[in-house]
């Protein structure tokens, strides 16, 4: 017949499947971390977007200044000079 399908060497056999048993445990966790620290991530992109969210809907609310109305006017009609 063929090989059997693991080795005879029953102590073998055992740490085989310890570790791989060991191996999948390892993966899981680092699986299980990565997952948690996206939800981390998730979770602090929505708050974040929820207050520029929040920001924009007030600014669009209050009226907005027009490009003439925020120069102001010069007194005297001349050029203002900086002291030097």
């Known amino acids: 017949m063929g090989h059997p399908p693991f080795p005879l060497d029953y102590a073998r056999q055992a740490r085989l499947f310890r570790q791989g048993r060991e191996r999948w445990k390892r993966r899981c966790a680092a699986k299980q971390a ?16 929820a207050r520029w969210k929040q920001a924009a809907l007030q ?20 050029a203002a000079r900086r002291p030097s």
Do not use: F, K, Y
Not at 64 to 78: D, F, I, S, V, Y
């Open 34 to 49: 990565e997952i948690r620290a996206l939800r981390v991530r998730i979770r602090d992109l929505e708050a974040s977007r």
């Open 59 to 78: 600014n669009r609310s209050q009226p907005q200044p027009t490009a003439t109305a925020r120069l102001e006017p010069n007194p005297g009609g001349a």
